[in-house]
C-alpha cells in the first residue's frame, strides 16, 4: 500500500512563501507522477501542479511563474514552492502519486493565506 504524507502548510500573509513536502513510501515513487492537487471549501479538488517521472512539468495557469514542484527521487519526496501566495490560494493541498492506473492520495495539508 503507497503511502504518502504531506507536511509544510500553515498560516502565512498574502505576498509570502511556503514550502509544501510530501514522502512517499514505496520504490515505485521514481516511476509515477506525482501532483499537488487542493481543494478549498465549496469547490472541486483542481490540479495544481505535477511532475513526470523525467521531470517534465504542469501548472495550473492560477499559480504558473509563482510556484514551483520539484522532485527528489533518491528520498522519494516531492515538493512544491509556494511564493507570492494570495488569499484565494487558501485550500487544503493534496499529494497524489499515479502509478499503473492508480492514484494515491495523501491526508491533506492545510494552507491559509491571510490579507
Known amino acids: 500500500q503507497v503511502q504518502l504524507v504531506e507536511s509544510g502548510g500553515g498560516l502565512v500573509q498574502a505576498g509570502g512563501s511556503l514550502r509544501l513536502s510530501c514522502a512517499a513510501s514505496?520504490?515505485?515513487?521514481?516511476?509515477?507522477?506525482m501532483g499537488w492537487y487542493r481543494q478549498a471549501p465549496g469547490n472541486e479538488r483542481e490540479l495544481v501542479a505535477d511532475?513526470?517521472?523525467?521531470?517534465?512539468?504542469n501548472y495550473a495557469d492560477s499559480v504558473k511563474g509563482r510556484f514551483t514542484i520539484s522532485r527528489d527521487n533518491a528520498k522519494n519526496t516531492v515538493y512544491l514552492q509556494m511564493n507570492s501566495l494570495k488569499t484565494e490560494d487558501t485550500a487544503v493541498y493534496y499529494c497524489?502519486?499515479?502509478?499503473?492506473?492508480?492514484?494515491?492520495w495523501g491526508q491533506g495539508t492545510q494552507v491559509t493565506v491571510s490579507s
Open positions: 511532475i513526470g517521472r523525467y521531470g517534465s512539468t
Open positions: 514505496k520504490s515505485i515513487f521514481r516511476l509515477s507522477v
Open positions: 497524489n502519486e499515479k502509478w499503473s492506473g492508480n492514484d494515491y
